[in-house]
């Protein structure tokens, strides 16, 4: 069933100065049955509590822990490392109330977000900063945003330029990608199969949310059509008119309201009497952005500089890390890479499938566990998923990278770029992505 709402604003929840028809009706509604809504943006100019003025002027009740915006993932994803940061309020006041020191002349970390007083100077140094080791970070890539009815550059437009003077992608937080849905998954503490995200984008909200393993609903009130749908490789879960409508499709999905079939049935429950979940609370493991549960057991305290490391990573990296994995009954771990060697080691339950498809489409099977292999490695660069060996039963894992993993170093696949690539391997490619 479903349990908690992520709803995008701008288009979703507003049109400008106007609510979207229905919008307010239907998340009262949906407050009243118990349900948790959470406004998720991709910009990061705005503080929250100015987020929230904007909702609230809907007559729709709305308190800062309702919010979350790029500003807050990309301070989540920060942490406390020394940062470049060029942007407006919003984001400039969201790492001051974290305590994210700011450096313009040694960071760690160069953060671009939408900056109206964005200068050649800005520029410049990131460029410098970036190109010295700093990591790239870009709180969204939308190329533009509408302000009282004008059209203007947005932060996609300022880290291309900035991209193209370094010569490196950055690390993007805001939708298309998952990184700010994952971090809307932590807030909610709600598993991903009981989560409907809703957006009006199929170029952003849609994508971000299946890549998230979410529940996804398209509403036709903003920049998406069905003439776009039709042409779209992104497919929601549903695709309604208006919030009414919407409302009926949810009411009548048995799938989601009987949790039968299909991915609404797994991962299960982190609360059944499971033998998986014996070790999913025994050892604290939380959910994992590709799929299946974990926990980082190490961490080395030595680090190796970026100059001493291939070309290929961004920044120092710690000599070695190591995780706990597990995946349960239905649940996969989505195909993705890494820039590092990955050392699997069989640890319990009735073991593993690892497809493993390498740069030049090369395909291997690799079985983990008490009738197979003990241990496993993949290759840098090598695209790789996993699942059960037996649907009904579990696996638990250990995995061990050196250099250690960091998530600049982490790639998850876009299903239509790995069937372009690899046509060969189609039906795998489309059963284990999201």
Known sequence: ??????????????????????????????????????????????????VCEHIRS????????????????????VGHRRTYLIGEAGIH????????????????????????????????????????????????????LKMENEIFPGTGALAAAVEVG????????????????????????????????????????IPA?????????????????????ARSTNKPTWVADSYAHLAELIANDPAIH????????????????????????SLALQRHPEGGFFRETYRATELLSAASLPPRYAGDRAMSTAILYLLAGKDFS?????????????????????????PDGAYDEIRLGPNAHVQAVIRAGHWFAAEPLDPTSYALVGCT???????ADFELARRADLHQRFPSHFSLIDRLTR
């Open 1 to 50: 069933m479903i349990r908690a709402l992520i709803l995008d604003l701008d288009g979703t929840v507003y049109r400008g100065a106007e609510e979207v028809p229905g919008a307010g009706d239907f998340i009262r509604a949906m407050r009243a049955r118990g349900l948790r809504c959470l406004f998720v943006t991709n910009r990061a100019n705005r503080p929250v509590s100015v």
């Open 58 to 77: 809907y007559g729709i009740p709305c308190e800062p822990q309702d919010v979350l915006t790029t500003a807050q993932a990309a301070a989540e994803y």
């Open 93 to 144: 006041e969201e790492f001051a109330r974290r305590g994210i020191p700011l450096d313009d002349a040694a960071p760690k970390c160069v953060v671009v977000s939408f900056d109206s007083q964005f200068t050649y100077e800005k520029l410049h140094r990131a460029v410098k900063l970036i190109r010295a080791g700093a990591e790239f970070i870009v709180t969204n890539p939308d190329a533009w």
């Open 166 to 205: 370094c010569g490196i992608k950055p690390v993007v937080i805001g939708k298309p990608e998952r990184r700010l849905f994952d971090q809307a998954v932590s807030v909610l503490n709600v598993p991903r199969n009981e989560i409907l995200a809703i957006g009006d984008n199929l170029e952003t909200d």
């Open 209 to 229: 949310a299946l890549r998230a393993g979410l529940h996804a609903a398209l509403l036709l009130t903003g920049v998406s059509t069905r003439a776009d749908l």
């Open 258 to 281: 009987n949790n039968t079939g299909g991915a609404a049935a797994w991962p299960p429950s982190p609360h059944a009497p499971t033998p998986a979940n014996h070790w999913i609370q």
């Open 334 to 358: 989505a195909f993705h890479r890494i820039r590092s060697d990955e050392l699997w080691h069989f640890h319990a339950g009735d073991g593993l499938r690892l497809h493993v498809i390498a």
């Open 401 to 407: 990278v050196a250099p250690g993993f960091d998530f």
